[in-house]
């Protein structure tokens, strides 16, 4: 068992980087790093794949904003809590928000649909959004590679590489299950704000 997910991790590992970094990737990217300390992955490889999932995402959102205001998806989204702030602080700030809103849990989905909606160029939107996203990928890439490290310590070189990996699974599954509670912890508050 422990070898057929071994396998599948190497052979479409960085497609789920990149994929899970199109939405909302921290625990994806987090992931890419461990699987490079692991030496599963070159570090660089699970950098460019969580960069440009995140890049890919947020340009996708920008594009619905944008083009599809008026669509009951978009519509729908501009409803969710937190939208309005982040729609305000993309109109005072937008350079910043910009730069900065993939860091916020839970408005980075919200974030790229208002500065679609907004009135920031297109050009520099994707520039400031590539150099967010090469920062960011970087940054938590190198949060998994660390874990690795922490990981390879605390349970020492003996352990057999595929148990790492399930090692590598339940860090990710534990990771993506505490940032789901923080989401929502912050979505309830920004919708009592709102109320």
């Known amino acids: 068992m422990t070898e057929a997910i071994h396998h599948f991790i190497e052979q479409y590992g960085l497609l ?9 990737g921290e625990s994806a990217a987090i992931l ?8 599963v992955f070159v570090l660089w490889h699970a950098f ?15 594009i619905l904003g944008r083009s599809f205001a ?15 702030r982040a729609f305000r602080l993309l109109n005072t700030h937008p350079n910043i928000f910009v730069l900065s809103n993939r860091y916020i849990y839970g408005m980075r989905l919200v974030g790229g649909i208002a500065a679609g909606l907004s009135n920031i160029p297109a050009p520099l939107f994707v520039i400031l959004n590539a150099i967010s996203s ?10 998994g590679y660390v874990f690795g490290l922490g990981a390879e310590h ?10 790492r990996l399930l090692v590598g699974l339940g860090i ?9 509670f923080v989401a929502r912890h912050i979505a309830n508050r920004e919708h009592a704000r709102e109320s």
């Open 16 to 24: 789920a980087i990149f994929l899970g970094c199109v939405a909302e």
């Open 32 to 39: 890419g790093g461990f699987f490079s300390h692991q030496q």
């Open 48 to 62: 460019v794949a969580a960069g440009l999932g995140a890049f890919v995402g947020d340009t996708f959102f920008f």
């Open 70 to 84: 008026d669509h009951r998806y978009v519509v729908r989204l501009r409803k969710r809590p937190g939208f309005r």
């Open 134 to 143: 090469a920062i960011w990928a970087v940054l938590f890439g190198t949060i």
């Open 154 to 163: 605390f349970i020492g070189p003996a352990l057999m590489r595929h148990e």
């Open 172 to 180: 990710g599954l534990t990771v993506a299950i505490l940032a789901w």
